[in-house]
């Protein structure tokens, strides 16, 4: 198909071509047709492109406007310079409208259709791309360039797309005017998922934070109650990128109105001589309903599309876990062996010698004090966990050295920052081994195999904040072609130790635990389990669980971690009602020394016993979860709802509640309810809309079925 092309000097002819049909369907839509752009004079709108659940509209400055046709037609809020760069500190913003075409596509995605205008601002000339493809209508595709005609050279300081107002809709007033979904990792560990209000400020930069903290999956969400906004990029490997987040207050929209800001940009110090071109990464927008479950699905639904593909875990990977965490540092051989049949007894079906049983962080020798058989100790401590019914699983800490261990002392093996100085791991007083130095990965893999085929275990836990992202490396050892060499060798390190950990053992499980920061969707690929992750509070368990869901699949192996992290420490309902794996890291009084607050009691033996029964008759964590189903931010109660067998799982939190709750997602037809914990009956139900009368505390686990 021939694209149409539509210049500032054919304004006026093109505005004669129109029929008044067009005008009046224009005026009353706020879309132009799907088939061409619309090119209005004298008005803000000049071009515009339309699908079944999105459209953007440019103006005459090339600001644009995102409209959302889903539940109606919701528009996100007013123009905006949603795509420029700064030069020399100063923001290039208002670009005058030179053409508009649009043509029919057929790419990675599938066909679809591209509407590309371009524009001109003192002499920097704007490329914008806009492409929505058929088989993903509620995602548009946006592509940028700019072109230097100023005849000198320009430096480029950051790119920015994708810079979007969100509006408090005028209809209701929900408080607070936003929930989002934030992809920033950050030494006080924040919520993911959280209300935003007037004043709030959240860069989200996916680069370092911290010495030790950063990374991130590259998506924002921002939603209100009726519409969802998310941007990210799609590219394979990490990026330096910002997705900051800003919430103002917004007057001209009446009583508690309110104003999101979001974007995506990176900082590039490029160069650009005249006629030279940048091209920005792509970028896109999701519009949705509901929570950030729908947008992270969609992101990962694209990026498999795009050839991403998720290794599946072991079936053992959702038996419940035991860990000698709670032994600390100070664990013995006989404190595990002595806790092996009691966590079997238990319900539970993994055991995991964590950190304590090595010489020191980045020495990986079995301490002879702990282990004097060395070697044949951890043979005999597998092979007794295996004798228990228990999997075994080692905890590590890979790229992490500690400084007075020889490993350390290897300079030539250590990220570097500008200035020359050793990255530190602040937890461990450790240095950052590289990544992507060749000598670091064969020591990996060496270590691996160690582990794997040597010792026996058939799981590793990988633990720290610091797998989550690396930060540039500059140690001139390397030879990196460019610092960043680093931060795109991350994942590539996870696919090393999943594969060669697969070698000697096919079902092998790999657990990640980057210690509260938000994962990285990158390397997740290439682990098996990841975990709530040292959670703060029962709420970051659910929280954290419908984004894994949503990050993996609904079926992912999720471990909501040790109970003993919950709220209370007695919190198994947060992690079975979200579909989690449930853990523990109890202690044998008998055994030595260990905290108290973990130590087995009766009650505490009771309490285990019932909610791992609940967990292995339920066996939610293999479910579909039905994230599409509740809001997390506007719901309330929050919400859960898993499909097994047949059934609908439904999870209710709240401090408490008396009234009437929705059970959403039944089939038409009668149905039994019945508390999933007791067994009693809650009576008759009548689907697909669902109504259950009832009060509880803290939470209700649900299970409805056909009559």
Same mark, same amino acid.
């Given at each position: 198909?021939?694209?149409?092309?539509?210049?500032?000097?054919?304004?006026?002819?093109?505005?004669?071509?129109?029929?008044?049909?067009?005008?009046?369907?224009?005026?009353?839509?706020?879309?132009?047709?799907?088939?061409?752009?619309?090119?209005?004079?004298?008005?803000?709108?000049?071009?515009?492109?339309?699908?079944?659940?999105?459209?953007?509209?440019?103006?005459?400055?090339?600001?644009?406007?995102?409209?959302?046709?889903?539940?109606?037609?919701?528009?996100?809020?007013?123009?905006?310079?949603?795509?420029?760069?700064?030069?020399?500190?100063?923001?290039?913003?208002?670009?005058?409208?030179?053409?508009?075409?649009?043509?029919?596509?057929?790419?990675?995605?599938?066909?679809?259709?591209?509407?590309?205008?371009?524009?001109?601002?003192?002499?920097?000339?704007?490329?914008?791309?806009?492409?929505?493809?058929?088989?993903?209508?509620?995602?548009?595709?946006?592509? =940028?360039?700019? &072109?230097?005609?100023?005849? /000198?050279? +320009? *430096?480029?300081? $950051?790119?920015?797309?994708? !810079?979007?107002? #969100?509006?408090?809709?005028?209809?209701?007033?929900?408080?607070?005017?936003?929930?989002?979904?934030?992809?920033?990792?950050?030494?006080?560990?924040?919520?993911?998922?959280?209300?935003?209000?007037?004043?709030?400020?959240?860069?989200?930069?996916?680069?370092?934070?911290?010495?030790?903290?950063?990374?991130?999956?590259?998506?924002?969400?921002?939603?209100?109650?009726?519409?969802?906004?998310?941007?990210?990029?799609?590219?394979?490997?990490?990026?330096?990128?910002?997705?900051?987040?800003?919430?103002?207050?917004?007057?001209?929209?009446?009583?508690?109105?309110?104003?999101?800001?979001?974007?995506?940009?990176?900082?590039?110090?490029?160069?650009?001589?005249?006629?030279?071109?940048?091209?920005?990464?792509?970028?896109?927008? =999701?519009?949705? &309903?509901?929570?950030?479950? /729908?947008? +992270? *699905?969609?992101? $990962?639904?694209?990026?498999? !599309?795009?050839? #991403?593909?998720?290794?599946?875990?072991?079936?053992?990977?959702?038996?419940?876990?035991?860990?000698?965490?709670?032994?600390?540092?100070?664990?013995?051989?006989?404190?595990?062996?002595?806790?092996?049949?009691?966590?079997?007894?238990?319900?539970?079906?993994?055991?995991?010698?964590?950190?304590?049983?090595?010489?020191?962080?980045?020495?990986?020798?079995?301490?002879?004090?702990?282990?004097?058989?060395?070697?044949?100790?951890?043979?005999?401590?597998?092979?007794?966990?295996?004798?228990?019914?228990?999997?075994?699983?080692?905890?590590?800490?890979?790229?992490?050295?500690?400084?007075?261990?020889?490993?350390?002392?290897?300079?030539?093996?250590?990220?570097?920052?500008?200035?020359?100085?050793?990255?530190?791991?602040?937890?461990?007083?450790?240095?950052?081994?590289?990544? /992507?130095?060749?000598?670091?990965?064969?020591?990996?893999?060496?270590?691996?195999?160690?582990?794997?085929?040597?010792?026996?275990?058939?799981?590793?836990?990988?633990?720290?904040?610091?797998?989550?992202?690396?930060?540039?490396?500059?140690?001139?050892?390397?030879?990196?072609?460019?610092?960043?060499?680093?931060?795109?060798?991350?994942?590539?390190?996870?696919?090393?130790?999943?594969?060669?950990?697969?070698?000697?053992?096919?079902?092998?499980?790999?657990?990640?635990?980057?210690?509260?920061?938000?994962?990285?969707?990158?390397?997740?690929?290439?682990?098996?389990?990841?975990?709530?992750?040292?959670?703060?509070?029962?709420?970051?368990?659910?929280?954290?669980?419908?984004?894994?869901?949503?990050?993996?699949?609904?079926?992912?192996?999720?471990?909501?971690?040790?109970?003993?992290?919950?709220?209370?420490?007695?919190?198994?309902?947060?992690?079975?009602?979200?579909?989690?794996?449930?853990?523990?890291?109890?202690?044998?009084?008998?055994?030595?020394?260990?905290?108290?607050?973990?130590?087995?009691?009766?009650?505490?033996?009771?309490?285990?016993?019932?909610?791992?029964?609940?967990?292995?008759?339920?066996?939610?964590?293999?479910?579909?979860?039905?994230?599409?189903?509740?809001?997390?931010?506007?719901?309330?109660?929050?919400?859960?709802?898993?499909?097994?067998?047949?059934?609908?799982?439904?999870?209710?939190?709240?401090?408490?509640?008396?009234?009437?709750?929705?059970?959403?997602?039944?089939?038409?037809?009668?149905?039994?309810?019945?508390?999933?914990?007791?067994?009693?009956?809650?009576?008759?139900?009548?689907?697909?809309?669902?109504?259950?009368?009832?009060?509880?505390?803290?939470?209700?686990?649900?299970?409805?079925?056909?009559?």
């Amino acid at each position: 198909m021939r694209p149409r092309r539509t210049s500032r000097s054919a304004l006026v002819a093109c505005l004669f071509s129109f029929t008044c049909t067009f005008i009046f369907t224009l005026a009353g839509s706020g879309l132009a047709p799907a088939a061409e752009p619309a090119i209005v004079v004298g008005t803000r709108l000049i071009a515009a492109i339309a699908g079944p659940a999105i459209a953007i509209e440019f103006d005459q400055r090339l600001q644009t406007r995102l409209r959302a046709k889903l539940a109606g037609d919701a528009t996100a809020a007013d123009f905006a310079p949603s795509e420029l760069i700064v030069v020399r500190g100063r923001e290039v913003v208002d670009f005058a409208f030179e053409t508009a075409n649009e043509e029919k596509v057929d790419g990675e995605f599938g066909p679809g259709r591209r509407l590309t205008v371009r524009g001109l601002s003192a002499g920097i000339g704007k490329e914008v791309a806009i492409t929505l493809p058929d088989a993903v209508p509620s995602v548009a595709f946006v592509d =940028v360039s700019y &072109t230097n005609f100023t005849g /000198a050279n +320009l *430096t480029i300081d $950051r790119w920015v797309n994708r !810079r979007l107002l #969100v509006g408090k809709p005028r209809a209701g007033r929900a408080e607070p005017p936003f929930w989002a979904y934030l992809p920033g990792s950050y030494q006080n560990r924040p919520d993911w998922v959280r209300p935003l209000r007037p004043s709030f400020r959240q860069r989200n930069f996916l680069g370092m934070n911290a010495s030790d903290y950063g990374g991130g999956t590259p998506v924002l969400d921002v939603w209100r109650p009726d519409l969802g906004i998310a941007i990210g990029h799609l590219d394979r490997s990490p990026r330096l990128v910002a997705l900051p987040v800003a919430v103002d207050r917004d007057r001209s929209a009446g009583p508690g109105g309110a104003r999101a800001t979001l974007s995506i940009e990176e900082t590039i110090d490029r160069l650009l001589a005249p006629l030279d071109r940048f091209v920005a990464p792509r970028t896109f927008t =999701v519009v949705h &309903t509901g929570d950030h479950f /729908a947008a +992270l *699905t969609q992101y $990962r639904r694209l990026m498999e !599309r795009s050839g #991403v593909r998720f290794s599946q875990p072991p079936a053992d990977a959702y038996r419940p876990i035991w860990c000698g965490w709670g032994y600390e540092r100070g664990v013995t051989l006989a404190q595990m062996h002595g806790t092996l049949a009691k966590a079997a007894a238990l319900g539970f079906g993994w055991a995991v010698l964590d950190d304590g049983w090595q010489t020191a962080v980045g020495d990986w020798s079995v301490d002879a004090k702990k282990f004097p058989r060395g070697a044949a100790d951890m043979k005999a401590l597998t092979a007794a966990m295996r004798d228990a019914d228990l999997r075994p699983m080692l905890w590590w800490a890979p790229l992490a050295a500690a400084k007075r261990t020889s490993l350390a002392s290897k300079r030539d093996w250590l990220v570097l920052d500008a200035a020359g100085k050793p990255v530190t791991i602040s937890w461990w007083d450790a240095y950052l081994l590289c990544p /992507a130095h060749e000598p670091v990965r064969a020591a990996t893999a060496e270590l691996v195999d160690r582990f794997v085929r040597d010792w026996g275990w058939q799981g590793l836990k990988l633990d720290g904040q610091h797998l989550n992202a690396a930060p540039p490396c500059h140690n001139p050892a390397h030879r990196h072609t460019t610092p960043n060499a680093s931060v795109v060798a991350m994942p590539e390190l996870f696919r090393l130790i999943h594969d060669t950990a697969r070698r000697s053992a096919p079902q092998a499980l790999i657990e990640l635990c980057p210690c509260g920061t938000a994962y990285s969707f990158h390397s997740l690929p290439f682990a098996h389990m990841p975990a709530a992750s040292d959670p703060e509070s029962s709420w970051q368990i659910r929280h954290k669980g419908k984004t894994m869901k949503a990050l993996l699949g609904p079926s992912a192996a999720y471990f909501g971690d040790h109970v003993e992290l919950s709220q209370g420490g007695r919190d198994f309902a947060s992690t079975i009602g979200v579909g989690g794996i449930p853990g523990s890291q109890f202690t044998l009084p008998g055994l030595g020394r260990s905290p108290r607050r973990y130590r087995l009691t009766p009650d505490k033996e009771r309490l285990f016993r019932g909610w791992l029964a609940v967990y292995d008759r339920l066996r939610l964590a293999e479910g579909t979860y039905r994230g599409d189903l509740y809001d997390l931010g506007f719901d309330r109660p929050e919400a859960h709802a898993i499909e097994k067998g047949g059934r609908m799982h439904y999870a209710f939190f709240a401090p408490t509640f008396a009234g009437t709750l929705d059970l959403r997602g039944l089939p038409a037809g009668s149905h039994r309810a019945r508390d999933a914990v007791t067994g009693r009956d809650l009576g008759p139900i009548e689907g697909p809309n669902g109504r259950l009368k009832i009060a509880f505390k803290q939470h209700l686990l649900v299970i409805v079925e056909p009559r």
